[in-house]
Every structure is written in structure tokens, then in C-alpha cells.
């Protein structure tokens, strides 16, 4: 079953904070946080394994609370280089099969 | 250079001719992986591979063949495309030990007419 994200969309101004959000009605054993600029393929972020890990890219982290089955991504001081879609994936239970949400616009304006 | 590459990028059909898109990696990964992506629906996992001659549905495999005779190596196969086939495609690989760790090709623009 597909990971619901929120929001949809996100346009922030340069310099402003956001969070995006990554929830599962599955249990959760691993969650992976994916950028797709516009016309490009996406790229690896990052990978939480435990519950309650954070972990950080820059100026972008994520938490991964197993017991709510979530994974939030936190990006500060945002850049115009964090513009895109973002997805977070998961694995099904033998580990093998991915799936992923259906995405986050996030648009940083200057 | 590490890299995963698809051939065609674009591709314009018509329904029921056979087509095959390519996909080749570098980086002697164990894994790989064949996904479509649709507005409003994310990636969907059409089939993955373990390694040589595994291979294993995805999500959304109907419509679709693949086969992984060499490592570096993983075509999709559309055998009779159809218009709901329309899509952009996606091939990654990845190692065994760090699976969800995914390079992604360029990516195929189908059309199916």
C-alpha cells in the first residue's frame, strides 16, 4: 500500500522552513527520502532504519518514528536548489519490493 | 563515470508493436528495478531483479515482461503496448547491501498511440 505524503504542494520564499510528511497504515521497518528536480530523475537523499533516527543531508533531516509509522522531512533555510518533487519510499516486508508516495512539489521562490 | 543508462529516452508507438527499452548500469550492482512514473501517482514499481536470472513482480507488472541474463543488464519489454502504457519510465540498480540506496537512469518518455 502506497505511503500518503503532505502536503501535495509547498511554495516557500528563500530562507523559509518546511516540513514534509511520510505516513504509512503498514508498519514501517525502513524509510527512504528521494529529490526529483523537474525533467530530471530522482536522487537518493537519505535512508532511516530506527525508530526515532534522524538524519541529515545538508541542511535537510528527516525522523522516522516507527511506532506512528512516519517519517517527516525537514527542510531548513530553504534554497533554490531544494525545489522539486520529493518521495519517500518503503520496502514491503521481505525488503525486496519498493514503494513509494505519490510525491511532494516543493517550489522555492526567491 | 558510474552511471545507468536507457535507451530509447523517447519513444513514440502504436498500440500492439512490440517494443523493447534498454537498460544498462556500470557499477556491477546486484539490484535493479523498472518504475513508471504518472502525475499524481508517484513512482510504481513495475519489476525488480535480485541478481542474474531473478527476477520478481513490482506493484503494477501487467502489460510487461523483463529479463536479466547479464548483471549489467535489464530490458523491459512491452509485448502488445497499449495507451494506458503511456508513460515516463525509469530504470535503477543499487547494491544488495544498500538496497534502497537507488541510481536512476535518465528515464524513457513512451507514447503509445
Known amino acids: 500500500q502506497q505511503p500518503v505524503q503532505s502536503p501535495q504542494a509547498v511554495i516557500l520564499r528563500e530562507g523559509e522552513d518546511a516540513v514534509i510528511n511520510c505516513s504509512s497504515s503498514k508498519a514501517l521497518y525502513s524509510v527512504h527520502w528521494y529529490r526529483q528536480k523537474h525533467g530530471e530523475a530522482p536522487v537518493f537523499l537519505m535512508i532511516?532504519?530506527?525508530?526515532?533516527e534522524q538524519k541529515g543531508h545538508d541542511k535537510i533531516s528527516a525522523s522516522f518514528n516507527e511506532k506512528k509509522q512516519q517519517s517527516s522531512l525537514y527542510l531548513t533555510a530553504s534554497q533554490l536548489s531544494y525545489s522539486g518533487t520529493y518521495f519517500c519510499?518503503?520496502?514491503?516486508?521481505?525488503?525486496?519490493?519498493?514503494?513509494f508516495g505519490a510525491g511532494t512539489r516543493l517550489f522555492v521562490k526567491a | 563515470e558510474a552511471q545507468v543508462t536507457q535507451n530509447p529516452r523517447y519513444l513514440i508507438t502504436v498500440t500492439g508493436k512490440k517494443l523493447t527499452v534498454t537498460c544498462s548500469q556500470n557499477?556491477?550492482?546486484?539490484?535493479m528495478s523498472w518504475y513508471r512514473q504518472d502525475p499524481g501517482l508517484g513512482l510504481r514499481q513495475i519489476y525488480y531483479?535480485?541478481?542474474?536470472?531473478?527476477?520478481d513482480k513490482g506493484d503494477v507488472p501487467e502489460g510487461y515482461k523483463v529479463s536479466r541474463k547479464e548483471k549489467r543488464n535489464f530490458p523491459l519489454i512491452l509485448e502488445s503496448p497499449s495507451p494506458n502504457q503511456t508513460s515516463l519510465y525509469f530504470c535503477?540498480?543499487?547494491?544488495?547491501?544498500?538496497?534502497?540506496?537507488?541510481?536512476f537512469g535518465p528515464g524513457t518518455r513512451l507514447t503509445v498511440t
Open positions: 531483479s535480485m541478481n542474474v536470472e531473478v527476477t
Open positions: 535503477a540498480s543499487s547494491w544488495s547491501g544498500r538496497l534502497y540506496e537507488q541510481y
Open positions: 557499477m556491477n550492482h546486484e539490484y
Open positions: 532511516l532504519l530506527k525508530g526515532g
Open positions: 519510499g518503503t520496502a514491503n516486508t521481505g525488503g525486496f519490493k519498493t514503494i
